[in-house]
């Protein structure tokens, strides 16, 4: 069965920079995009960044230039690096891949972004 682990997140102060990491299992990853997402309390899931098979990359507009998607396939690993955080960084991130007609979901990490 598929599933995703996110691990890396916690408290950091504006500017700081923070990684997160998704470890998958249960599937061929290699051979699937994979994304992560972000919702803060109130608001709609947003797309943060995907990455693909090739490694071709897209990004939320709010993270362009700050974020970077990167991928280990020997480790069936996708990272977030975080850099020059702000407050409205705070969300929970969850990682995500689209697989046989269904949408899987990590259990989420927690970032807060505050002095």
């Known amino acids: 069965q598929v599933q995703l682990v996110e691990s890396g997140g916690g408290l950091v102060q504006p500017g700081g920079s923070l990684r997160l990491s998704c470890a998958a299992s249960?599937?061929?990853?290699?051979?699937?995009?994979m994304g992560w997402y972000r919702q803060a309390p109130g608001n709609q899931r947003e797309l943060v960044a995907a990455?693909?098979?090739?490694?071709?990359?897209n990004y939320g507009d709010s993270v362009k230039g700050r974020f970077t998607i990167f991928r280990d396939n020997a480790k069936n690993t996708v990272y977030l690096q975080m850099n020059s955080l702000k407050p409205e960084d705070t969300a929970v991130y969850y990682c995500?891949?689209?697989?046989?007609?269904?949408?899987?979901w990590g259990q989420g990490a927690q970032v807060t972004v505050s002095s």
């Open positions: 995500q891949v689209h697989r046989r007609g269904n949408d899987y």
């Open positions: 249960g599937f061929s990853f290699r051979l699937y995009t």
């Open positions: 990455i693909g098979t090739s490694g071709s990359t």
